[in-house]
Nanobody, 124 residues
Framework: QLQLVESGGGLVHPGGSLRLSCAAS????????IGWFRQAPGKEREGLLC????????YYLDSVKGRFTISRDNAKNTAYLQMNSLKPEDTAVYFC?????????????????WGQGTQVTVSS
């Protein structure tokens, strides 16, 4: 059974940084695409970016370009979301998701498995 567990969320001041982790079990992470999503209170879930099994990175949301990056450590079977220059509007629950196909997933509906989420709060 494939499972994803996010960690690393917390409270950070505006302008600060956080690195979220997405630990996978039941699958070799290097063979799947991993995406990061977030959902703020009262808003729909939105996609941020993903990394394909071929290491191609696709941004779903322009407002995080230049601030958020995605990577993975195949030895640790863990993906990461590095978030810099955080803003209050980045406050949300952040989710990672796995897509078992070989192409780049284009929307949240392509993803097969989801983590439970981790809260990120950006506030002074």
């Amino acid at each position: 059974q494939l499972q994803l567990v996010e960690s690393g969320g917390g409270l950070v001041h505006p302008g600060g940084s956080l690195r979220l982790s997405c630990a996978a079990s039941g699958v070799d992470l290097e063979h799947v695409a991993i995406g990061w999503f977030r959902q703020a209170p009262g808003k729909e879930r939105e996609g941020l970016l993903c990394i394909s099994s071929g290491e191609d990175i696709t941004y779903y949301l322009d407002s995080v370009k230049g601030r958020f990056t995605i990577s993975r450590d195949n030895a640790k079977n863990t993906a990461y979301l590095q978030m810099n220059s955080l803003k209050p509007e980045d406050t949300a629950v952040y989710f990672c998701a796995a897509y078992l196909g070989y192409t780049t997933p284009h929307s949240e509906y392509d993803y097969d498995y989801w983590g439970q989420g981790t809260q990120v709060t950006v506030s002074s």
